[in-house]
T-cell receptor, first 112, second 112 residues
Framework: GEDVEQSLFLSVREGDSSVINCTYT??????LYWYKQEPGAGLQLLTY???NMDMKQDQRLTVLLNKKDKHLSLRIADTQTGDSAIYFC????????????WGAGTKLIIKP | DGGITQSPKYLFRKEGQNVTLSCEQN?????MYWYRQDPGQGLRLIYY???????QKGDIAEGYSVSREKKESFPLTVTSAQKNPTAFYLC???????????FGPGTRLTVT
């Protein structure tokens, strides 16, 4: 079945770049999303990429998509303490009424 | 201000009682979703609705029920049949099709 995998934790120093990785299994994905969740809050859409794109940049965020390897990454440049959160990747697939398949989330820890 | 509201933020119930969680959106979205989130896990889909008066079971529908009498509202009832109801519940909505989902702030339900 469909599966989306992420590492559970990532620790980076303030000011460095963070790269959060995600792998998925279904090649029929249409859109792939990155969401951010701060403690005790709902999820906030950060960015998304259409499956026929390789890269998307939005200010400090860069999304890279490697369809051949089914690998998605989110790079956060100049990581700040406010970036501390859980980051979820999700894929949307046409064959399932566009339901989202979610990764377990990566907790980003910022070291001073 | 457009958005999704969930109430209450915290809810406490005794075992054996049914409880209803509220979700309202004013984004004019056709589709609405209920997810359950447990620590260290991704989001699991409970129920979703793509149109008024119609809804489908998600991956973990047992012990839950929903209704969709109005486009703006998608309440979730956690019944006494749900064996482990203590969790963080998230409601989301989207346009119909491969579009991003927008989330409410969540309701943390504790059953003792």
């Amino acid at each position: 079945g469909e599966d989306v995998e992420q590492s559970l934790f990532l620790s980076v120093r303030e000011g460095d770049s963070s790269v959060i990785n995600c792998t998925y299994t279904d090649s029929s994905s249409t859109y792939l999303y990155w969401y951010k969740q701060e403690p005790g809050a709902g999820l906030q859409l950060l960015t998304y990429i259409f499956s026929n794109m390789d890269m998307k940049q939005d200010q400090r965020l860069t999304v890279l998509l490697n369809k051949k390897d089914k690998h998605l990454s989110l790079r956060i440049a100049d990581t700040q303490t406010g970036d501390s959160a859980i980051y979820f990747c999700a894929e949307s697939m046409a064959g399932s009424n566009y339901q989202l398949i979610w990764g377990a989330g990566t907790k980003l820890i910022i070291k001073p | 201000d457009g958005g999704i509201t969930q109430s209450p933020k915290y809810l406490f119930r005794k075992e054996g009682q049914n409880v209803t969680l509220s979700c309202e959106q004013n984004l004019n979205h056709d589709a609405m979703y209920w997810y359950r989130q447990d620590p260290g896990q991704g989001l699991r889909l409970i129920y979703y609705s793509q149109i008024v008066n119609d809804f489908q079971k998600g991956d973990i529908a047992e012990g839950y029920s929903v209704s969709r009498e109005k486009k703006e509202s998608f309440p979730l009832t956690v019944t006494s049949a749900q064996k482990n109801p203590t969790a963080f519940y998230l409601c989301a909505s989207s346009l119909a099709g491969p579009y991003e989902q927008y989330f409410g702030p969540g309701t943390r339900l504790t059953v003792t």
